[in-house]
């Protein structure tokens, strides 16, 4: 089966800096991936780990530890507009036709304040 | 600018009603998606469709019927939907193969079921 887990929500001060985590047990895997997703919108591509190590892009990080299971997404000088949905989604076994399945967790509502 | 577009953008329909959902890919992409988002759930696949072929069928009722005519279209037919199936209709689409591809989002259709 499929499980993955990540904090409901998160609240942090404007330039500050905020780690999300994410673990995750799952049937296979083929790489870990975090969205953006403002509140009304499509979710948006942030980054992809399918190696350990850490994943530097900008203000954002992502880390990943395959043997944990386990993930974390940091944010770095947090801006407003950084508020929104974090969803932490596993691509795992191979479905068919080149294709792969991603897992989503429930995402973590992070609020940026003043 | 996603280059995936979906139509509507919302959708109020009685149970009785029969309604279709449109995406469009513009990314020369080969593989198309169509995901559940409902309130404090995580994003559900419903349909894989990959090389024109449906790979993944995650156990949706038959009220919902998918069709890819061809790589850069796909549609969900409703019939006889119920009240819990009000929620956020996203699809996706991605190249195929095993790199890092990232799956691109519409920006989904808010379907309210009377």
């Known amino acids: 089966g499929q499980n993955i887990d990540q904090p409901t929500e998160m609240t942090a001060t404007e330039g500050a800096i905020v780690q999300i985590n994410c673990t995750y047990q799952?049937?296979?895997?083929?790489?870990l991936f975090w969205y953006q997703q403002h509140a009304g919108e499509a979710p948006t591509f942030l980054s992809y780990?399918?190696?350990?190590g850490l994943e530097e892009k900008g203000r954002f990080s992502s880390f990943l530890s395959r043997s944990k299971g386990y993930s974390y997404l940091l944010l770095k000088e947090l801006q407003m507009k950084d508020s929104a949905s974090y969803l932490c989604?596993?691509?795992?076994?191979?479905?068919?036709?080149?294709?792969?399945?991603?897992?989503f967790g429930k995402g973590t509502k992070l609020s940026v304040i003043p | 600018e996603t280059g995936v577009t979906q139509t509507p953008r919302h959708l109020v329909m009685g149970m009785t009603n029969k309604k279709s959902l449109k995406c469009e890919q513009h990314?020369?992409?080969?593989?198309m998606y169509w995901y559940k988002q409902s309130a404090k759930k995580p994003l559900e696949l419903m349909f894989v469709?990959?090389?024109?072929?449906?790979?993944e069928n995650n156990s949706v009722p038959s009220r919902f019927s998918p069709e890819c005519p061809n790589s850069s279209h796909l549609f969900l037919h409703l019939h006889t939907l119920q009240p819990e199936d009000s929620a956020l209709y996203l699809c996706a689409s991605s190249p195929t193969g095993q790199g890092a591809f990232e799956q691109y989002f519409g920006p989904g259709t808010r379907l309210t079921v009377t």
């Open positions: 799952t049937s296979g895997f083929n790489g």
């Open positions: 469709y990959s090389l024109e072929e449906r790979v």
């Open positions: 990314l020369g992409h080969n593989a």
């Open positions: 780990n399918v190696l350990d």
């Open positions: 989604a596993v691509r795992g076994t191979y479905s068919g036709a080149g294709s792969y399945q991603l897992t």
